[in-house]
């Protein structure tokens, strides 16, 4: 099941901090034509998906282009010339209310943050968001639908039952209507996103939320290399065997640069794994077309054994399954990292800087048995945000908050996403000799206001400043993760599932304790079986009944 966290969110979203005017995203492959809803999903009607209307052109040309499904073309500069993607004025007043997200402190309020003042002023509303922070976020949300209070626009995360129920309660507008076929192009950023990532964010076949994109490959496994290429393997582990050889080799080290403690690795992440031993999606269909979850699979089964006895071998930090990243303090030969860190943010050269002697690079990936790795790709859109349902009773008020969402939605390469990102040239952003924009630290915290805004447009992947140096290296690393990316059976057709809505949580949790257990010690690979069994008693079998219905019927 899905895994909601800081970094899997900042993956999918990407990262707009510091050299380029902001993070992105990604779409997959593009459907041709117009479509009606009616019969993607059970339910739904009749109505035309949104007229895709792609955001103006970038004025620089991209350092690599790739016709790879699953890959994006790659910018090392940023557009010069930035077009004006709102030619509305701002509203005449009114208040706009939110619940959104937040990773750490919120920014500063309104009266001490010439920022958010200034938002207001081009929105022409007063923004008021409810700032909820993440590990308390579905807590919360619970509490705001229960209270029958719900605020104009709301971050959803549907790969949370707690979420989805609220969808499901009706708490949130259906949208289908008003913003079906070429009614969507009063509002051009959000008409900025294709067919596919619509067609994927439907819910019994209705447009309830207003997807962002997201870049199908959000995430990549980076290597210590001043490490590994003190192994007798180096730096391109061609399987799993070598992969295990290096790492036994780096932990045998003991220490790197500065005296740190160093392992093979440090925290346990599972998505890396899953890509090297090619275990493929969660539900997946088989070669005779059965639909199987991936703990049934042999490559899963391979993949704990061989963690297993990485854990064994000192491998691992015995801290390694902690799921707070911040007790680590050692160093590791290979990390689970967002793309928007390691390419589009400094995150590389922090690292460096901070450890000095240290490397970092990114890991072009083996396949446990010697071929590629398989890679399954994101679903097409990623963070997305709903509109209250009482407040959309309103016309004129649900035109205004669309209009309010579709200027927080700007795409890259706009004025407003300039402003939306850096905030204010002159306080809390300059340019550098190279036109772009460097944030000034001592402000940042007066940013984040918004975060129900979603991505739209322009999809590529994007250099900072101090990566554009290693743009041919991670143009690489991603095409060869591209070639070997694949879609899951079940893309658009997750949440479809009433069981994994009520129970996926509980099922989730059920799953990673005992896969922690086994690679840890603590269970034992050979009692597989039987955690499957249970798994499947106790709600597994019932959603692979919903899926395979769904499947069925299209």
């Known amino acids: 099941m899905a895994r909601f966290s800081r970094r899997t969110f900042l993956g999918a979203v990407g990262v707009g901090a510091g050299g380029m005017l902001a993070g992105a995203a990604l ?121 029958g209070e719900v605020p104009d626009l709301v971050f959803l995360n549907d790969q949370s039952a707690v979420n989805l129920q609220g969808v499901r309660d009706g708490a949130f507008a259906d949208l289908s209507e008003v913003l079906s076929g070429d009614n969507i192009l009063k509002w051009p950023n959000l008409a900025a996103r294709k067919e596919n990532v619509w067609k994927a964010s439907l819910k019994d076949g209705r447009i309830f939320q207003i997807p962002s994109i997201v870049w ?61 031993f090619k275990t493929g999606p969660d539900w997946q269909l088989d070669s005779s077309g059965k639909l199987v979850h991936v703990s049934e699979t042999e490559n ?11 854990w064994n071998e000192g491998i691992f930090d015995p801290a390694a399954m902690t799921t707070n990243g911040a007790e680590i303090v050692s160093g590791t030969a290979l990390k689970y990292d967002p793309v928007g860190g390691t390419f589009s943010a400094p995150e590389y050269s922090t690292r460096e800087a901070d450890v000095p002697g240290s490397k970092w690079d990114w890991l072009d990936i083996p396949g446990f048995d010697g071929d590629g790795p398989v890679i399954t790709r994101n679903v097409p859109y990623g963070k997305s945000t709903c509109i209250s349902a009482e407040a959309a009773k309103d016309e004129d008020r649900l035109t205004e908050i669309l209009n309010v969402l579709d200027y927080l939605s700007a795409p890259y390469g706009s004025e407003e996403l300039l402003f939306i990102v850096n905030g204010i040239e002159g306080h809390n952003f300059e340019f550098d000799a190279d036109g772009n924009p460097v944030i000034n630290e001592e402000t940042r915290i007066e940013l984040g206001v918004n975060y129900v805004g979603v991505t739209s447009g322009d999809n590529s992947y994007r250099a900072h ?11 690489t690393v991603l095409e060869n993760m591209a070639k070997n ?54 709600g597994g079998e019932q959603i692979r009944t919903e899926y395979t219905e769904v499947l069925d019927a299209q």
């Not at 005992?514 to 034992?524: T, Y």
Request: a negative charge.
């Open 465 to 475: 400043v101090s990566t554009v140096d290693r743009a041919k290296r991670f143009s």
């Open 300 to 310: 899963y089964k391979e993949m704990l054994t061989w963690l297993s006895n990485a």
């Open 27 to 147: 779409t997959g492959c593009t459907d041709s034509g117009r479509t009606k809803s009616g019969g993607t999903k059970g339910g739904g009607g009749n109505f035309d998906l949104p007229t895709y209307q792609p955001a103006p052109d970038l004025d620089v040309q991209p350092f690599h282009v790739s016709e790879t499904p699953g890959m994006e073309n790659v910018y090392t500069e940023n557009p010069q010339n930035l077009f004006k993607s709102v030619e509305r004025g701002p509203a005449s007043g009114g208040t706009i209310t939110t619940f959104q997200l937040t990773w750490g402190d919120p920014p500063k309020p309104l009266k001490m943050n010439p920022y958010w003042e200034e938002l207001n002023k081009r929105l022409g509303v007063s923004f008021k968001p409810q700032f909820v922070p993440q590990p308390v976020f579905d807590e919360k949300f619970s509490t705001m639908l229960a209270s």
């Open 216 to 276: 199908n490959i959000s995430n990549v496994i980076s290597m210590r290399t001043d490490l590994l290429e003190q192994t007798s393997i180096g730096t391109a582990p061609r399987d799993a065997d070598e992969l295990f050889t290096a790492l036994k080799e780096v932990s045998d080290l003991g220490q790197g640069p500065g005296g740190q403690k160093v392992y093979g690795i440090n925290f346990y992440e599972f998505p890396m794994w899953r890509w090297i």
């Open 485 to 538: 990316s694949i879609v899951r059976d079940l893309e658009g057709f997750e949440t479809e599932s009433a069981t994994f809505v009520t129970k996926g949580a509980q099922l989730q949790t059920q799953w990673d304790d005992f896969e922690r257990g086994v690679i840890s010690g603590r269970e034992s690979v050979d009692d597989l079986d039987s955690f499957v069994s249970r798994y499947m008693s106790q």
